[in-house]
């Protein structure tokens, strides 16, 4: 418990705005679009998926998977009690959704749907991109399947699959065509080694504007040392560590340099 309250701490000490830096790439993203505080018409969809997640007092049988749930004993679950505890916060979703609106990225890829609460974010955040996003308990994405169908969210692909077999099967299609993903949002197994493995399978389906985002880099030892991995990695070039979310990007052209920033 200690432990993401020190790396809080320690976050905070490093952490500056936009008047520390010097990139015009990141610049432009902390001023045009971390910071945005204008309304968006968007943001009362999301306010309106997840409301209906909390209203429903339905029970599924959940498949667990990945480092567990530190919440539930049981894997018989309220709908409701999955929004209110599994998926992304309200503030998190908006800046999901700005992220998205601004990068405009065609293929997005993401890794752990739950109920949709990110993936409605990703989805308004693009109309016209395809989501992708994969998730393993079967009961979990038919739920997910309904709430996006209620919303019209019609750009959303929901593979009910293990990760592991999802992404060693994009890497044997990589053998003999080509397949990119423009953001891939990291938000399902939160441990070092799922991490770092995804990290790899994933690497050649990057473009020269690929965003990824993963979440939850300071939730224990292992997934600090993960984020650290990944910065020296020798392809990945600007970082910004927001504490909740680290952001990779590839950018060729690009100075290797690491952010630390108050989102
Ligand atoms: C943290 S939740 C995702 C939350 C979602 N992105 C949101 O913000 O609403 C992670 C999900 O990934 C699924 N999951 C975890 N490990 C998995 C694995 N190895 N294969 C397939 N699904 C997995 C879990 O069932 C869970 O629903």
Aim: with cysteine.
């Amino acid at each position: 418990m200690l432990f993401p309250i020190k790396s809080y701490f320690n976050f905070l000490w490093h952490s500056t705005n936009e008047h520390g830096v010097h990139s015009p790439f990141v610049f432009n993203l902390l001023t045009k679009c971390f910071y945005d505080k204008k309304p968006k018409p968007e943001y009362q969809i999301l306010k309106n998926y997840r409301k209906s997640l909390l209203e429903n007092k339905n029970f599924i049988e959940v498949t667990d998977f990945g480092v567990g749930s530190k919440v539930f004993k049981s894997n018989r679950r309220q709908i409701s009690k999955i929004a209110s505890t599994a998926g992304i916060s309200p503030k998190r979703a908006e800046l999901l959704f700005r992220v998205t609106n601004y990068f405009q990225p065609k293929n997005i890829l993401e890794i752990g749907t739950s109920l949709g609460l990110a993936t409605s974010a990703l989805a308004l955040g693009n109309t016209k991109a395809k989501v992708i996003t994969l998730e393993g308990c079967p009961q979990t994405a038919d739920q997910c399947q309904l709430q996006l169908q209620k919303f019209n969210l019609d750009n959303v692909d929901s593979v009910v699959t293990e990760f592991d077999s999802y992404l060693q099967d994009i890497k044997l299609r990589l053998k003999t065509e080509t397949e990119n993903f423009d953001l891939i949002y990291f938000d399902g197994n939160h441990s070092k080694k799922a991490t770092l493995a995804y990290f790899e399978l994933l690497l050649p389906t990057i473009n020269n504007d690929s965003v990824w985002i993963f979440d939850d880099i300071h939730w224990s030892p292992e997934m600090e040392q993960a984020w650290e991995i990944i910065k020296n990695h020798p392809k990945v070039k600007v970082t910004i560590d927001t504490f909740q979310w680290g952001f990779v990007f590839f950018r060729y052209e690009q100075e290797k340099e690491h952010f630390v920033i108050r989102a």
